[in-house]
């Protein structure tokens, strides 16, 4: 585009300014129609650590991640992202603490009738003015942000099209670069590859692990297959009916911890493959 | 339903239904219902013809008084060509009124839209305000409105915008709002989650997915504004309306034949018009 700005430099392929660390203590969380979904779950997550959470459907898995940025309210206990306490940030304080925390989701997200580009300078509202965003005015910095995020995830050849007209695959790299825009001190996926064939899961599962590696990004991702949890994460995590039932190391997790946190025989559907 | 044809069980085909036990389920209890509704809905619309408790439908009514209108509409089959000048000014004045209260009514509709529908306005004090107060507008028909606003602000073409812009706005808001509720609420989220404020994930997040039922709605509007602004100047809201009432007065039949004909063809060719850019904005 036009002049990129000297702060442009500073753009997504540099290391995160610092990482964030995560601790729970006895944290609870309970939707209003009486689930409990979480229960006492007592965490520490180091910064820069890559960590799968793992479960079946309704272990909690998607629950934990969305108590991390604050889109489900804790219900009791303690929960300390980046020296915040979430239980009692609100406003525009936790919108401070969102802009910190990229996050990925299953069913990417993406605005289908914006422009990729549009959509993945929606990582950058935590750091625009209001105004600005209404009147669809984008600094030439954060668009410049926007291009290397892109370019880091190998699409920004894509960055005019329209985003339903993209991929499975594509979109989830432009849901990438969305939460990369964001310059994130924090990342969180929750079953970034569900809903993508395997060589394209195989792909977005390396952007992540890149993402761990290069920047130093704490990473944590929902997965509910044993060998991805195992190939591209170093910590895992496995709920059951809310609570922690395994905390190890991912690879040399066995057969028997993934049938202990399923609470069932393995079965062929649990392993992705190449 | 219960499975006639040969089922592809463990016996193949070797051995028929002899060898199958088919376990159907129990059929669902409740079919009479669609029934019941049907019958009570044809028993409320025979009370509604009814002398006693409805509008006493009559075809005796009709078949005794036809022939008071039948001279009329005679009239009306021979259109005045030569009154067709004089039509011209208030027809354009026609357009120019629809068009800019679609505008108007448009850009105002826009951010109520988005209050009113619980994916874009969460908060449900503020929406229930919003559409409590739509609703009262929609109530009010724009007939009414304008002949209130000639009373207020003069006959003219003035009063006929405003009372179009209200009743385009009751419209627009409630459709629009109506198809946001049935969007992903998936790009929302992310904005959220990325620390965008509730302005912010609908403008970023949530409006480039409105705008297709926005424009929809816009051009819908448009076509009933046309129809519209011709009554509008029954009560001296500027427009064809004002002619419309004129010759009606002088009885002449001939030459409201001929607004009817050109407010028919001007539909028309909206219509044409605007059902060409919604096959594009698919």
């Given at each position: 585009m036009s ?9 997504a ?58 889109l ?23 919108r401070?603490?969102r802009g910190?925390?990229g996050m990925i989701f299953q069913s990417f997200n993406l605005a289908g009738r914006a422009s990729v580009l549009d959509n993945v300078l929606v990582g950058r509202l935590a750091h625009t003015p209001t105004w600005r965003t209404l009147l669809g005015l984008h600094r030439p910095a954060e668009k410049q942000l926007a291009f290397e995020a892109l370019e880091s995830v190998g699409i920004l050849g894509k960055c005019w099209d329209r985003a339903s007209s993209l991929s499975g695959g594509q979109q989830q790299r432009v849901a990438i670069a969305r939460a990369l825009t964001q310059q994130p ?7 970034p590859?569900?809903s ?8 977005v ?70 | ?105 448009a850009i105002?509709s826009l951010p109520?839209s988005l209050w009113?529908a619980?994916l874009t306005n ?54 629009v709002s109506?198809a946001i509720e049935s969007n992903d609420a998936g790009p929302l989220e992310a904005a959220r989650a990325a620390g965008g404020t509730g302005a912010q994930v609908n403008r970023a997040a949530a409006l480039p997915d409105v705008w297709p039922a926005f424009a929809n709605q816009s ?58 850019i919604r096959?594009r904005l698919v």
């Amino acid at each position: 585009m036009s002049i990129p700005a000297p702060s442009a430099a500073a753009g997504a392929t540099t290391p995160a300014a610092a990482s964030w660390a995560i601790s729970m203590r006895d944290l609870t969380v309970r939707y209003g129609n009486g689930v409990t979904a979480l229960k006492n779950v007592s965490l520490d997550i180091a910064a820069g650590e890559m960590v799968s959470v793992v479960g079946l459907s309704g272990s909690g898995k998607s629950s934990l991640i969305r108590t991390i940025n604050g889109l489900v309210p804790v219900t009791s206990g303690s929960l300390t992202v980046g020296n915040r306490d979430l239980a009692t940030t609100r406003g525009r304080d936790l919108r401070a603490l969102r802009g910190g925390i990229g996050m990925i989701f299953q069913s990417f997200n993406l605005a289908g009738r914006a422009s990729v580009l549009d959509n993945v300078l929606v990582g950058r509202l935590a750091h625009t003015p209001t105004w600005r965003t209404l009147l669809g005015l984008h600094r030439p910095a954060e668009k410049q942000l926007a291009f290397e995020a892109l370019e880091s995830v190998g699409i920004l050849g894509k960055c005019w099209d329209r985003a339903s007209s993209l991929s499975g695959g594509q979109q989830q790299r432009v849901a990438i670069a969305r939460a990369l825009t964001q310059q994130p001190q924090l990342m969180l996926a929750d079953e970034p590859v569900a809903s993508l064939d395997p060589p394209t899961a195989h792909a977005v599962m390396n952007d992540l692990r890149r993402i761990n590696r290069t920047l130093g990004i704490t990473v944590i991702t929902n997965v509910h297959l044993m060998d991805l949890a195992r190939t591209y994460t170093t910590r895992m995590i496995g709920l059951r009916a809310g609570e922690v039932v395994y905390d190890g190391p991912a690879a040399s997790a066995t057969d028997a911890d993934f049938e202990a946190i399923y609470g069932r025989s393995i079965a062929p559907e649990d392993v992705l493959g190449e | 339903m219960t499975t006639a044809a040969p089922s592809p069980g463990p016996a193949g085909t070797s051995a028929p239904a002899t060898a199958l036990t088919l376990i159907i389920p129990p059929r669902p209890r409740g079919r009479w219902k669609p029934w019941v509704a049907v019958a009570v809905v044809l028993v409320i619309t025979l009370i509604t013809f009814s002398p006693q408790w409805g509008i006493a439908f009559s075809f005796e009514a009709i078949a005794r008084n036809w022939q008071n209108g039948a001279g009329k509409i005679a009239l009306l089959l021979v259109p005045d060509w030569s009154f067709f000048p004089r039509t011209i000014p208030p027809l354009i004045e026609t357009l120019q009124m629809a068009v800019i209260a679609t505008a108007m009514g448009a850009i105002i509709s826009l951010p109520l839209s988005l209050w009113a529908a619980r994916l874009t306005n969460p908060h449900p004090v503020l929406r229930g305000v919003v559409r409590t107060v739509l609703n009262i507008v929609r109530a009010v028909p724009e007939l009414l409105y304008a002949a209130i606003l000639v009373a207020m602000v003069g006959v003219g073409a003035l009063p006929g915008i405003i009372a179009l812009v209200l009743f385009n706005v009751g419209i627009i808001v409630k459709l629009v709002s109506e198809a946001i509720e049935s969007n992903d609420a998936g790009p929302l989220e992310a904005a959220r989650a990325a620390g965008g404020t509730g302005a912010q994930v609908n403008r970023a997040a949530a409006l480039p997915d409105v705008w297709p039922a926005f424009a929809n709605q816009s051009l819908y509007v448009l076509e009933l504004n046309v129809r519209a602004s011709t009554v509008l100047g029954l009560v001296g809201a500027g427009g064809l309306g004002l002619l419309i009432d004129a010759v009606r007065t002088f009885y002449r039949y001939d030459q409201l034949s001929l607004i009817i004909l050109e407010i028919l063809v001007v539909v028309v060719v909206i219509d044409v018009i605007s059902s060409t850019i919604r096959k594009r904005l698919v």
